[in-house]
C-alpha cells in the first residue's frame, strides 16, 4: 500500500535552515506528481510546494526564494529545503501525493529563538 513518511523537522531558530524528507513506498514514485503542505497551529493546511514527476515545481508566495522543492527518483525520496525560516513558518508539514490523496503522518518545524 502506499506509504509516505516524512523526517526531519526539529527546532531551528529565525534565519535557520531544515531539510525535510519524505520516503514513499507502494507505488511507481517516478510517475506520480507529489506535494508538501503545512498546518500551522489554529490555521487550515495549506499547500507549500509541489513537483511534477518530470521536475516542474510550483510554490506558494510565502516560501517563494526560501524553500525548494526537488525529488530523488532512485531514493523515493521528495525533499523540502528550508532556509531563511522565520516564526511563521510554524507548523506540521505533511508529504502528499496528490492522485490518489495520500498523505503522511507529518514532521513538526518550530521556528523560535
Known amino acids: 500500500q502506499v506509504q509516505l513518511v516524512e523526517s526531519g523537522g526539529g527546532l531551528v531558530q529565525p534565519g535557520g535552515s531544515l531539510k525535510l524528507s519524505c520516503v514513499a513506498s507502494?507505488?511507481?514514485?517516478?510517475?506520480?506528481?507529489m506535494s508538501w503542505y503545512r498546518q500551522a497551529p489554529g490555521k487550515e493546511r495549506e499547500l507549500v510546494a509541489d513537483?511534477?514527476?518530470?521536475?516542474?515545481?510550483n510554490y506558494a508566495d510565502s516560501v517563494k526564494g526560501r524553500f525548494t522543492i526537488s525529488r530523488d527518483n532512485a531514493k523515493n525520496t521528495v525533499l523540502l529545503e528550508m532556509n531563511s525560516l522565520k516564526p511563521e513558518d510554524t507548523a506540521v508539514y505533511y508529504c502528499?501525493?496528490?492522485?490518489?490523496?495520500?498523505w503522511g503522518k507529518g514532521t513538526l518545524v518550530t521556528v523560535s529563538p
Open positions: 513537483i511534477s514527476s518530470r521536475g516542474r515545481t
Open positions: 502528499k501525493r496528490p492522485s490518489g490523496g495520500y
Open positions: 507502494g507505488f511507481t514514485f517516478s510517475t506520480y506528481a
